[in-house]
């Protein structure tokens, strides 16, 4: 199993920027496939993006794509999601999640473990 807890969620002006991250403990970091998903009031949870074991392929949804970056860091055990040009409808919880499988899915129910969520909320 692993654990996942996010940080770095809170309240910025739209246009700003946010780094999230999502600490990972338990079993081999590495092995996993991460993604990042978001969840907004009254709304279905949403991918925004992924990341496959070795960082070396991502992928974003259209809606953040030039926005977003997802990155991981093996040696830290650490998933990060940077956000810049935040806009009003990124307000969300942002929840990452690990995936025991080479590749990655959009899809919510392919993931394995997920993290507490961290809130984003981006004023106009």
């Known amino acids: 199993q692993v654990q996942l807890v996010e940080s770095g969620g809170g309240l910025v002006q739209a246009g700003g920027s946010l780094r999230l991250s999502c600490a990972a403990s338990g079993r081999t970091f590495s092995s996993y496939t991460m993604g990042w998903f978001r969840q907004a009031p009254g709304k279905e949870r949403e991918f925004v993006a992924a990341?496959?074991?070795?960082?070396?392929?991502?992928y974003n949804t259209d809606s953040v794509k030039g926005r977003f970056t997802i990155s991981r860091d093996n040696a830290k055990n650490t998933l990060y999601l940077q956000m810049n040009s935040l806009k009003s409808e990124d307000t969300a919880v942002y929840y990452c999640?690990?995936?025991?499988?080479?590749?990655?899915?959009?899809?919510?129910?392919?993931?394995?473990?997920w993290g507490q969520g961290t809130q984003v909320t981006v004023s106009s």
């Open positions: 999640a690990a995936r025991n499988h080479p590749l990655t899915r959009t899809q919510w129910d392919a993931y394995d473990y």
């Open positions: 990341i496959d074991w070795s960082g070396g392929t991502t």
